[in-house]
């Protein structure tokens, strides 16, 4: 037996109370008076005390009394694999929220099938008066309030796997304060239900967990294309082989009519490759994947690489010598279409028609500049902001402020790179500890990714990843730096505009909606499943078009526009949350118990007891 | 009328007020009162107080001694009462507002004054296991002040032991007359009617209040307790619920044993509880005092 308010238990220690009393009572027997005992004493000899033993029964019954009426506000629930017992206790009408785990790691061992089975019986075991409300993680609820008959076996067995994101969480925390019983098949993987952890609820989840200690898969788990832009297109993938033994998988990779074929030496754990592509046009699509069988989908990763042919880049500066050494720098690159703009001239132009936006070493960041860029930044506009002076009061006090200039007689150099970074990629990291810094502005970091830091421990490269901006928190003059002339300069300005430059939104997990700026009424979409006619809208003076069904993994395209839909890679991870952390989740193996709430009984038992009492003590 | 109810006689301090309202309370219920003294005799002189009637004086002695004596009579009477009243400890017990020795001397010292009323003499004896008090029947007013001043002071102590309480009594009666006996007669029923029989057997007319507090027969507790003996005070633990029902069996066949065998020795026996109006005790006596005629 289990309880759904299991705290009221703590008062079970006042059963005690008619035992206390009944104990001091006959310790501390009041003394009367009385005239003569001589009969008295007599017919003690002769007589059975039935007095006595009605007053240890009823001493019971208020012992039972107080328990039964304490364990009623517990809200007792009788867990059985019979249906038969479940028949013969009172029951009442209760909301009952069954969540199937339809990710597609259940795919694993056959496990969403197993699912389904247990499903379906859950349901033909539950009290027909019940209200099923059923839910898949991937948010979709399928039945709302119904009773088990109207629930048949064929619209379990349609049920199919979802390659959205699972939302078990939201749902969790959705009905968490609904007074139900809830059931939740699922296998427990670690990176989706780490919140099951520390998750609080006044109601008990039943946790049918089908995942397997000991499981086998290989799978993509990250993808980047590499900022170089010199001939060939070079991407990397990561991939994690969850075994605990070295393989060798063969991996494929096919854009259009190219396809190439190789084979991968993958030790457990994770290890990145890089792959290259010739780079036939603009824009290409195409697939990575890795034979192996165990799960297919995490095998398979869809790309799209578009570049903007002259990509219009704008120079927002104050100060002609702040932006001396870019000047000379994007005389020797011609691929960007570069605009030159002293600040104040800025209210006159739409940032929207440039690609990216250097701000370079403003004195201020205004309301009205502020306000400019953030719009910008929002319709999907790319910043990179130098820095030069103490910018305490800015726009951006929610991502960024300065704490004044950092200046010594010596300087500093740069000790730390986030080697992982695309930027960084096939850098020597050495080469950057070769300019010298002799001052700096001094920033706090708050939400912002540091992927540079000087050895005073202060940042020197940073990003927002959310907004598409990056902060240099050095001038690129000679007073503040030596960097433009060193060989670093030009490839870490190359990087990072290449870096933001394919940023754009091309790529979306499963489940995700896209959002596009086109300009037409309607829009023809050609998804892995069907082709679409979808209608654009307008907002703030543009069409947009709102595109939610991306449910398979695959390359869509939208208008004109080519993107890449794939799976979220960490589902192919089957590590199960450990014991420890499954310590507090009520957990059902194999056969799942079906709860009875039998509250009403013991609402009946206390009555009985308090009945009987009444009628001992009239009679 | 309400004199008449023990509740509120015990309500008044002094006895002897008590006793007159209880008589003239039943006296005026009755609505007669024809019992008349038949003789005086001279009993004693007492120096003379203002207010005595001058035809009292003796002149003779005033003669003699130039000093005022009153001359005091005995009323002659045709019954000689003797009220025995049992002062042992068991007569402590109340369960309300009136104890059975408070009860008991209550009716005593009301039919003293009734006794008194009717030119009867009166004698008291007081009487527990250990001692005895006996005062001779007298008929006078001072007589019947010391009857009542005796009561009032006593206070009830000490074991029972009725054979040989009344046995002792008996061998102070010398003139055979109307025994009225008040007790809870809590001793061996074969010695309390030994005790009984001695008495009738002198020729004395023997009238029993058997006076018992409600509670003594009801026993209603509702808890197990110690029971503390008034007179030996010894003490026993039990539960009064479980012998409630044979306790009352065994009671009320002692009733009807005392009933019957007083009636086979022509006593009146009545059984009186604390919580009955004193008329009922007074209608015995006029029963009795009726067939002595």
Redesign the interface.
């Known amino acids: 037996m289990k309880f759904l308010a299991p705290s009221f238990l703590y008062l079970l220690p006042l059963a005690i109370i008619p035992l206390i009393i009944h104990f001091l009572?006959?310790f501390r027997?009041?003394?009367?008076?009385?005239?003569?005992?001589?009969?008295?004493?007599d017919?003690?000899k002769?007589?059975?005390?039935?007095?006595?033993l009605r007053?240890i029964f009823l001493l019971i019954l208020r012992t039972f009394f107080i328990i039964f009426l304490i364990l009623s506000i517990s809200r007792p629930i009788f867990l059985s694999e019979k249906t038969s017992i479940l028949k013969f206790l009172p029951q009442k009408a209760k909301p009952i929220i069954l969540i199937l785990d339809d990710s597609y790691s259940m795919e694993y061992d056959n496990n969403f099938e197993k699912a389904k089975t247990i499903l379906k019986t859950i349901v033909k075991h539950l009290n027909r008066n019940s209200e099923i409300t059923l839910f898949l993680t991937s948010k979709r609820k399928i039945v709302e309030k119904k009773k088990p008959v109207a629930i048949p076996d064929t619209l379990i067995d349609n049920l199919k796997i979802s390659y959205k994101k699972a939302y078990a969480q939201e749902i969790l925390e959705d009905i968490k304060n609904f007074n139900s019983e809830v059931y939740f098949i699922t296998d427990l993987q670690e990176k989706t239900y780490f919140f099951l952890k520390s998750f609080k609820s006044d109601f008990l989840i039943n946790i049918i967990d089908l995942g397997k200690e000991e499981f086998e898969n290989v799978g993509i788990v990250d993808f980047h294309w590499l900022a170089e832009k010199k001939g060939d297109l070079e991407f990397q993938i990561e991939v994690v082989n969850y075994t605990s033994q070295e393989k060798e998988i063969p991996v494929n990779i096919q854009v259009g009519d190219f396809k190439i074929r190789n084979f991968l030496i993958l030790p457990p754990g994770k290890k990145k490759f890089q792959f290259t592509i010739p780079k036939m046009r603009e824009r290409i699509f195409g697939k990575i994947y890795l034979e192996e069988e165990n799960l297919k989908k995490d095998n398979l990763y869809y790309f799209v690489y578009q570049t903007k042919n002259r990509m219009p880049i704008l120079f927002l500066y104050e100060n002609e010598a702040d932006i001396f050494y870019f000047k000379k720098l994007f005389t020797l690159i011609k691929d960007y279409q570069i605009t030159y703009l002293p600040l104040k001239e800025s209210k006159r132009i739409s940032f929207s028609s440039y690609y990216l936006i250097f701000l370079i070493n403003p004195s201020q960041i205004d309301q009205f500049l502020g306000w400019q860029l953030e719009n910008y930044l929002k319709s999907g506009g790319k910043l990179i902001l130098i820095l030069g002076k103490d910018l305490k009061e800015n726009k951006f006090q929610k991502i960024f402020a300065t704490n004044g200039i950092w200046e010594d007689k010596g300087f500093v150099t740069i000790e730390e790179i986030a080697e992982e970074h695309p930027i960084f990629f096939g850098f020597k990291k050495e080469i950057f500890k070769e300019p010298k810094f002799y001052k700096i502005v001094n920033l706090q970091e708050k939400n912002l990714k540091v992927l540079m830091r000087f050895n005073n421990r202060l940042p020197f490269l940073l990003e927002d990843t959310l907004n598409n901006l990056m902060i240099f928190t050095s001038n690129f003059t000679s007073d503040f730096t030596d960097m433009p002339i060193k060989a670093i300069f030009l490839p870490l300005i190359f990087r990072t505009i290449e870096y933001l430059g394919i940023k754009e939104k091309n790529n979306f997990l499963v489940g995700e909606t896209i959002f596009l700026s086109i300009n037409l009424p309607k829009v023809k979409v050609v998804t892995p499943f069907g082709e679409f006619l979808e209608e654009t809208f307008f907002q703030k003076g543009k069409r947009i078009l709102k595109f939610c069904r991306t449910e398979e993994p695959g390359i869509y395209q939208i208008g004109e526009k080519i993107i890449a839909v794939n799976v979220w890679g960490e589902e192919g991870n089957l590590k199960k949350l450990t014991l420890k952390e499954r310590e507090n989740l009520k957990i059902i193996k194999e056969k799942p118990k079906l709860i009875s709430e039998i509250t009403s009984l013991f609402i009946f038992l206390t009555f009985l007891t308090f009945l009987i009492e009444i009628i001992l003590l009239i009679f | 009328m309400k004199y008449l109810l023990s509740k509120v006689i015990c309500k008044i301090k002094r006895l002897d007020l008590r006793a007159k309202l209880v008589v003239e309370g039943f006296l005026s219920g009755l609505h007669k009162s024809s019992y008349k003294g038949q003789a005086i005799e001279f009993a004693d002189y007492r120096p003379y107080l203002p207010g005595d009637e001058l035809k009292r004086i003796d002149w003779k002695i005033f003669a003699k001694t130039d000093k005022f004596w009153v001359r005091e009579y005995e009323e002659e009477t045709n019954l000689r009462a003797y009220l025995f009243l049992d002062t042992s400890g068991?007569?402590?017990?109340k369960s309300k507002e009136i104890s059975?020795f408070e009860y008991a001397s209550f009716l005593a010292a009301a039919f003293a004054y009734l006794l008194f009323k009717q030119h009867d003499s009166v004698g008291l004896a007081l009487f527990n296991k250990n001692s005895y008090q006996y005062l001779p029947p007298q008929f006078s007013k001072s007589h019947l002040a010391k009857i009542l001043e005796i009561i009032e002071s006593v206070k009830p102590e000490g074991e029972t032991d009725i054979y040989k309480s009344l046995t002792e009594l008996g061998k102070k009666i010398k003139k055979r007359g109307l025994i009225i006996i008040f007790s809870?007669f809590?001793d061996k029923k074969e010695n309390i009617l030994k005790g009984l029989k001695n008495l009738r057997h002198k020729k004395n007319e023997v009238l029993v209040f058997h006076i018992l507090?409600p509670n003594?027969i009801n026993l209603n507790?509702e808890?197990?307790?110690?029971?503390?003996?008034?007179?030996?005070r010894?003490?026993?633990?039990?539960?009064?619920?479980?012998?409630k029902k044979?306790?009352q069996e065994?009671?009320k066949k002692l009733f009807l044993y005392y009933k019957q065998e007083c009636a086979a020795h022509y006593i009146d026996y009545n059984l009186i509880f604390t919580n009955m109006p004193f008329d009922y005790a007074f209608l015995s006596y006029l029963a009795k005092r009726a067939k002595i005629k």
């Open positions: 009572s006959r027997l009041k003394k009367v008076d009385f005239s003569s005992i001589f009969f008295l004493i017919l003690k002769e007589k059975f005390n039935f007095y006595r007053d | 068991s007569m402590k017990y059975k809870d809590f507090d003594e507790y808890e197990p307790l110690i029971f503390k003996d008034l007179e030996t010894r003490e026993i633990k039990l539960d009064p619920r479980s012998i044979e306790y065994t009671l």
